[in-house]
């Protein structure tokens, strides 16, 4: 006789409507004994996803995004089931596990809704499409070659980390203003140091991936705002609106710059649109959304050529000090050269990734007074009109 699990997946998953749902769900909650197996399934179902490339917080995210938080909660026990098989992890994997929702409980007294929602789950990551991986799956961990990190790496990082937890909290957009910049140039100088090195070193490691989320609402805006950031820092964006997931391809220390900073300027940016949209409402203005985004996005453009600004002053200064320091030898041909090697290397690297991305234009601003109060923000925050597309 077929097992209770194989019944139920066929009824459930192979189909769209809910009476197979139903069916499958009838199943399991009328036996208790099949509970393990439907377990195993669904980790099974998880492993499949790793071989797709797809990534933990990748998987939360779509769940999320598709089904909703109590589905996500599911996906994050077995998430979490599935990885302990493993002496090793991906890097940054442990990072992402961590951060996932708390699990849900298995069995719960209504069989049926849980074992419906946990159909429903499998049917989505069974149909999960492939993407472009962002590095190995769990139990495919090559030992990488070690590098030893720029001298103050860790201290540059936490104090970086700090600057912009300050620039979000104060009250004060001249203090923000102030503590965002320096952010930002401290992040350039971490970049110089670190191409420097790798130079000087012949290190052979070369620009990697990470995945960054661009959730709902004003995807768009968010989209422009995280690729500003990312060119700012010598990466490149490539946005896939349908699964609400930016990919960026950088240098390691660059990669971590621009998350760092996106997620600072993203938490500024909606914090002073909501201010600024609580006095346009105190004057009588009911227009929220397309102020929203309007605001959104002009805050995303401005930031764009001020990060840009931003980094080739430090890129200058870096090299005039070099120049006059006779620090040239530190790499072979001096800085300039060494950061143009690696701005090809990304950019070699994502177009190896991405094959057949488009530019595209984002429309949809037409509120005068959200555009305003957005490109205020951005010049506040220090960082401007210089994103017309991203990647897709």
Not at 322 to 336: F, H, K, N, V, W
Request: glycine share 8%.
């Amino acid at each position: 006789m077929e097992p209770v699990i194989d019944q139920a997946c066929a009824a459930a998953l192979y189909s769209a409507d809910d009476a197979g749902l139903d069916t499958g769900a009838s199943l399991l909650a009328a036996d208790p004994s099949a509970d393990d197996a439907a377990h195993r399934r669904g980790e099974e179902f998880v492993r499949r996803a790793w071989e797709r490339g797809w990534q933990p917080a990748d998987v939360v995210r779509i769940v999320r995004r598709e089904l909703d938080e109590n589905r996500a909660a599911l996906a994050a026990a077995l998430i979490t089931a599935e990885t302990g098989r493993y002496d090793r992890l991906p890097p940054r994997w442990a990072d992402q596990i961590a951060e996932l929702p708390a699990p849900a409980p298995r069995n719960r007294p209504d069989r049926f809704g849980y074992a419906s929602a946990m159909l429903e789950l499998y049917r989505l990551l069974l149909r999960l499409p492939a993407i472009e991986p962002v590095g190995p799956p769990p139990g495919r961990v090559a030992d990488a070659p070690h590098r030893p990190p720029a001298h103050g790496e860790p201290r540059m990082l936490t104090r970086i980390r700090a600057l912009l937890a300050k620039a979000e909290a104060t009250g004060f957009p001249e203090e923000a203003e102030a503590l965002t910049t320096k952010a930002q140039e401290l992040m350039a100088r971490h970049s110089i140091d670190e191409a420097l090195l790798a130079a000087r070193t012949h290190a052979a490691d070369g620009p990697g991936a990470r995945r960054i989320g661009v959730d709902a609402p004003y995807e768009s805006a968010k989209a422009v705002l995280l690729d500003s950031v990312a060119s700012a820092n010598r990466c490149r964006a490539v946005w896939d609106s349908d699964l609400g997931f930016t990919t960026v391809v950088g240098f390691e220390a660059d990669l971590e710059a621009v998350e760092l900073l996106f997620t600072s300027l993203l938490v500024q940016g909606t914090a002073a649109m909501t201010k600024a949209e609580a006095g346009q409402r105190a004057g009588g203005r009911k227009r929220t959304k397309t102020f929203r985004q309007s605001f959104l996005m002009a805050y995303a453009q401005r930031l764009g050529s001020r990060l840009a600004a931003d980094t080739a002053r430090v890129t200058a200064a870096a090299d005039a000090d070099a120049g006059s320091a006779g620090a040239a030898g530190d790499a072979p041909g001096g800085l300039l050269p060494v950061l143009a090697a690696r701005d090809v290397a990304v950019t070699e690297t994502a177009e190896r990734m991405f094959p057949r991305t488009t530019t595209s234009r984002v429309r949809g601003v037409s509120d005068a007074e959200g555009w305003t109060h957005g490109t205020a923000a951005a010049d506040r925050a220090r960082m401007g009109p210089h994103a017309p597309g991203i990647d897709r």
